[in-house]
């Protein structure tokens, strides 16, 4: 199944934390929150599911950047590593 998603990143200086939120075609939510930027922790929506999620993001160089998501949809458990490269 194929899906596209908005992906929304902030900062929240008050609370002194890093934030990400999304959306995806399927209907899917995601919102986390991180303390570095680079570790984000919080809950997947998927349906009438919802669980823990966590993704690390790396910067490697100035063309690419690394994404590796854990957690688990609707009890079924994913490792999805992401490469982003710019030429």
């Known amino acids: ?3 596209s998603e908005d992906a929304y990143f902030g900062y929240d200086a008050q609370r002194k934390l890093y934030w990400t939120d999304d959306a995806d075609s399927t209907g899917a939510t995601e919102s ?5 930027g680079v570790t984000f922790a ?14 690390v993001f790396t910067i490697s160089s ?16 994913y490792d999805v590593t992401a490469r ?3 030429n």
Do not use: F
Request: aromatic fraction near 2%; charged fraction near 15%.
């Open 32 to 36: 986390q929150t991180s303390a570095n």
């Open 84 to 86: 982003c490269l710019r």
């Open 1 to 3: 199944m194929e899906s």
């Open 42 to 55: 919080g809950t997947l929506n998927v349906g009438n599911t919802t669980s823990e999620a966590t993704r």
């Open 62 to 77: 100035a063309h690419k950047w690394i994404v590796r998501a854990r957690g688990s949809a609707s009890g079924h458990p």
